[in-house]
């Protein structure tokens, strides 16, 4: 058990509810696959608790790259 659960005994910590989605994007070595040139370089918009948040935020980036085959946005399910 964590030192922050001891410290709170009377609350769970049960987080199999609360999904997690990450919109991230960057530089691919192939339009049709999802290798990153540089990971140092990805471009994390941010970490949202619906897959409808993270849509709306996946699809600004997306649309603001159409131009670029080479740049991809993706969501990705954390837990």
């Known amino acids: 058990m964590s030192a922050l659960a001891q ?4 609350r769970e910590f049960d987080q199999a509810d609360q ?3 990450m919109v991230m994007g960057g530089e691919v070595h192939d339009p ?3 290798e990153f040139i540089d990971l140092g370089a990805l471009d994390i918009r ?3 608790p619906t897959y409808e948040d993270a849509f709306t935020v996946w699809r600004g980036a997306a649309q ?4 670029r085959a080479f ?4 969501i990705v ?3």
């Open 7 to 10: 410290t709170i005994p009377d």
């Open 19 to 21: 999904p997690l989605f």
């Open 32 to 34: 049709r696959g999802t």
């Open 46 to 48: 941010g970490v949202f």
């Open 64 to 67: 603001a790259t159409v131009d």
């Open 71 to 74: 740049i991809k946005y993706m």
């Open 77 to 79: 399910r954390l837990r």
